[in-house]
């Protein structure tokens, strides 16, 4: 019992595991799929997606998911036939397949069907999925199901099956007769089409074409003309018993279907009848299944739970943190021995921090795909035409961050298809393409990744932004704002442009959601828009969430650490003339720049002696002073999260463990900056 | 009633006794250094480093609306999680940590408490021990008006 119950523990954890790697596969699938559509001809990706399919098929059956293993199964013979050049890709094809994906993930997710409703769904696309593989193409090989009778009581028959030209007419599907064969056992289908008619006679719902069937099946005669009762009007069956046992295992019969086949000859009883079983039918049969168990094994990664790997950057933060402190004693101790080993611990620290780091980021590439699907099916069910282009894929980012990136991202793709791109003829009109184009752009800057979305729609109005603006009182009436603060409107809580809400954006989540995610991995957006030319939404994001080069520096007594990727320029107080104090601007090589005395916002004691020093940081456009008591130096620092308590405090990002066990905040700066300066335009 | 036994931490505030479940509390500390953080609510003290975790310190006198507090050896930080959750850490000072003790919940009498100037003012009863009423403090509600 106990092994029993270790076992099932076993297998689950494999199921797991396989439903993990199923999702990469369909991942695959589906990259490959929208490269498939651009390029029906390319080799390279068509056998891509056959391995995808196989290996879905394979480890379904292994782990349990027989319908997804069957389902996938007949759509794998669609690409096997393309793959062969027997079945051309067409759109068809394509968006078949994109269905197949989505039912397939359904199948992961649910496992085996149970639901009769569910299950017939199954049978129905089954049978679409057939109809493709078959129409174009004269002959279908289906092979085996996996329950395939092969005890000796089951016997060989011929079925001539030739419908009439009238069978289509009344809905019947002559492949779901059959697949009603095929589930009695093993089957073989010679389809004729010998008498299909030259176009011009071609009657597009007549059918033209007949049908052979070696059926191997322990069932009776009155049961298979059971499959046909309710065509029995509509064409002739013969049903001939040739012999007992499999006679599709026996060499010469496969040979003389293949002529068949090639010849377009029908078969004829007294071809078959009298040919032998053959009796070494089970060794053949495993051959020919330990051929498609047999498949390519690389192992060039390895999977890891992220949990370790949080865990390991964890630790190595501790590390660095430890080795700073070590460092500190080392040269206070001054003994050269110790001194020399301090060095080498911090040489190799530094590697393994940069490792470890290294090991959490993923390509962006892995998120992109949901965007390409959601273009392509938003835009299909808009009525819309839209490329979606996508630039730095490999760019790789911490997967913390990608995972709070996947939402709003999708959030702002949905904004460029639903309200962004116009319609067709909507373009037309206004001299555009009627194709329009979402460019989806990441690149890194310093020590930040920049990601882009650019489409080329109708752009957002400014005034209309100001007015929506006045009239939900976030502003008032009488402040100018440039065009970059009234974008940034857009972000403030409570405001949506749209006025009804749709069916697709609009589900209540305004961009000021958008902007708190992106915020809360220490990341910005704003927004550019030109009307008639189209919208950019940019995000600047961290590469790494814990770990930034700063500037530390001291306010009243306590220490702060500015990120060195703000930071433009340092200026001793003597260089600076004060403008009015009153206006906090200042003077610096004969250019006025705004100003944030820290001691002020920090709520500290006001002192001005003249040793202060200001710290021009990057603002959006602009540059922005920072006035601090002291600069104490650069310093690499480990960031921590301030916990659930100090979330509130928006101009602190973090803390950091100094290497003598003393903390210094860091400070965000862009927050600092942009509550400061909403504080001049709120109303209240 | 079935006993229902649970352990208790009970500490001073203002020379009065009261009480946080144990199972919450991860560390008693020495009040000492910590590091204040700016514009935070008043009682909000700073935040102290604890094993490379940062964790904030928050003045349970000031938030009970003790007048004079008075920083002695006795002080101490009471370390709480209120769902177990390293983020969630928080510590409390406190006037001086008493014992630690077990008790049946039955035991427990309603809190007799007429909302003085305090911001906690919810309790999830008091039980005679010794000479003493100990207060026992709802830690939920506790950590609520620090995340408010």
Known sequence: MFVYLMLEAMIDKFKVKFVEESLDNINDLEEALLLLEKDTKNHEIIERIFRAMHSLKGGGAMFGFNDLSEFTHHLETIFDLVRNDKLQVDNTIISLTFEAIDHIKHLLDRGDLVDPEEIKEQKDFIARVQLVSETNQEITKVAELPNVITDDGSNTFLINFKPNEEILRNGTNPFYLLDDLHAMGNAQVLAFSSKVPGLEELDPIGNYVEWQIVLNTSESVNDIKDVFIFVEDECSIDITKLSAGNLLENEDVKLIISEAIDQQKPLLVDQLKGLSVPKNTEFTKSESKKKVQLKEHKISSIRVSSTKIDELVNLVSELVTIQAQLNLYAEKDGNAGILSLAENIQKLSRQLRDNAFEISLIPLQSELMRFQRLVRDLSKELGKDIDFIIEGGDIELDKNIIEHLTDPLLHIIRNSVDHGVELPAERIKAGKSPKGTIIFKAFYSGASVIVKVLDDGRGINPDQIVKKAIAKGLIDKNVELSKKEIFDLVFLSGFSTKEQVSDVSGRGVGMDVVKKKIGEIRGEVSLDSEVGKGTTLTLELPLTLSIIDGLLVKVANNQYVIPIANIEKIHAMDSVKFGSTFNHVVTIEEKQFPYIDLRETFNETAKKDGSEQLILVKYEDRKVGLMVDQVIGEYQTVVKAMGRFLKKQETISGASIMGDGTISMVIDTNRLIHLNAMKKYRTS | ?148
Do not use: W
């Open chain 2, 1 to 148: 009633m079935k006993e229902q036994m649970t352990s208790l931490i009970s500490f001073y505030i203002n020379k009065e006794v009261f009480a946080f479940d144990t199972l919450k509390v991860r560390n008693i500390l020495e009040f000492g250094q910590y590091t204040n953080v700016p514009n935070v609510k008043e009682y909000l003290l700073g935040v102290i480093n604890l094993h490379g975790n940062i964790i904030p310190i928050a003045d349970l006198r000031v938030m009970m609306g003790v007048d004079v507090i008075e920083n002695t050896q006795d002080t101490a930080i009471i370390v709480v999680s209120d769902d177990g959750k390293t983020d969630s850490l928080i510590g409390f000072v406190v006037d001086g940590v008493k014992e630690v003790f077990d008790m049946d919940l039955a035991a427990l009498q309603e809190s007799v408490f007429n909302g003085n100037s305090g911001l906690i003012n919810t309790f999830i009863g008091s039980v005679y021990r010794g000479e003493d009423f100990i207060h026992v403090i709802d830690l939920v509600e506790c950590v609520q008006e620090v995340e408010k």
